[in-house]
């Protein structure tokens, strides 16, 4: 690996001799990264839209906690930056499923979540991936309920859920 595309991942971090644990550090941090840029996507987007204002907050506060979540991992605390960014993550997709109509496929992000949680957990960390599979299910079902809402539901135009739908879609892959 490049020496400056390692210092990024894993900072001054020596050897790490079983190569799982190296590659789900790399992982770590690497997901970090990703959850850095797409949410500086979305808060270039959501600047841009005045509908959108509201999730601004949120957005930084999930940029914040990839940011911490990648320097706790390249200290050597792996477990918390896994977590925080887990819960970071989970809880993101959750206030804004809360918030968003549901034809805008944000709820598909809650899978993806899923997988990573698997990988960056691995079976080393199988109750803390059990724990953090389950989140995004019971999430993901609170934010369905219609009786149990903690934010108002915006009701977007057609091209504002258009224009989400695809920007969602495409961060998908």
């Known amino acids: ?20 644990k190296y590659k789900r550090i790399v992982l770590t941090s690497q997901l970090s990264i990703i959850t850095i840029v797409i949410t500086a996507i979305f808060f270039v987007l959501d600047s841009a839209l005045p509908d959108s204002l509201y999730s601004l907050p949120f957005l930084l506060i999930n940029g914040t906690s990839a940011i911490i979540s990648l320097f706790l991992n390249r200290i050597g605390k792996h477990t ?9 993550v989970n ?10 109509p549901l034809e805008i496929g944000l709820y598909l992000f809650f899978l993806v979540t899923n997988v990573v949680t698997i990988a960056a957990f691995g079976y080393e960390d199988k109750y803390l991936a059990i724990g953090f599979i389950s989140l995004p299910v019971i999430l993901f079902s609170i934010s369905l309920l219609p009786d149990l809402t903690f934010l108002p539901k915006v009701t977007g135009t057609p091209d504002y859920n258009t224009l989400n739908l695809f920007c969602n879609f495409s961060l998908y892959f």
Do not use: C, H
């Open 1 to 20: 690996m490049n020496t400056r595309l390692r210092k990024l991942l894993l900072g001054d971090q020596p050897y790490i001799p079983l190569r799982s």
């Open 80 to 88: 918390a930056a896994k977590i925080l960014l887990a819960l970071s």
């Open 91 to 100: 809880f993101s997709i959750f206030l804004f499923s809360e918030r968003e």
